[in-house]
């Protein structure tokens, strides 16, 4: 009766936990400033809500740069390398990676300076809590030796 009870108690426990649990999206890090003296940042509206979309934003960059939205799993660990990394050993002095590159969705900024991605958040349950991590590349040629500038970071949670 106890193991019957306590399965029981933790299916609702855990139901109740997926019903209940919001979606957020917040900042953290720094970027490092572009050729055109600003830093990109990266911005979101809305957040990730199974079975709604939710717009990730690099803005503060050259109208038609190519931009590369990077996901990934962590913030802490990219293959066997730390984050942040720091980029000058790569010719980006002053900037860092901050999140694992899992994934990159290329874009290309607007006449306003500005790339965005508007993502649709499948309605499966099994997303929700799931964390993932986000910052901007900007490709910039005369930034420095690496060609590349480089937005704050976000982390997503999904909800419900």
């Known amino acids: 009766m106890k193991r019957i009870t306590l399965t029981l108690v933790a299916s609702l426990f855990f139901s109740v936990t997926a019903f209940a649990q919001a979606g957020t999206y917040t900042n953290f890090g720094a970027g490092c400033k572009g050729s055109n003296n600003v830093v990109p ?30 996901t990934g799993i962590s913030n802490t660990k990219w293959g066997t390398g730390n984050l942040p990394g720091d980029l000058g050993l790569v010719g980006a002095p002053g900037c860092k990676l901050l999140v694992s590159m899992d994934s990159v969705f290329p874009l290309v900024a607007n006449a306003s300076g500005v790339a965005s991605l508007v993502g649709n958040m499948p309605n499966i349950t099994a997303l929700i809590g799931v964390t993932f991590y986000q910052q901007c590349l900007v490709i910039d040629p005369l930034v420095n030796a690496l060609g590349m500038s480089w937005s704050n970071g976000g982390i997503g949670k999904v909800g419900k």
């Open 41 to 70: 940042a990266l911005s979101n509206t809305a957040v990730p809500t199974i079975g709604k979309s939710f717009t990730i934003s690099c803005s503060n960059i050259k109208a038609g740069a190519a931009v590369g939205l990077i």
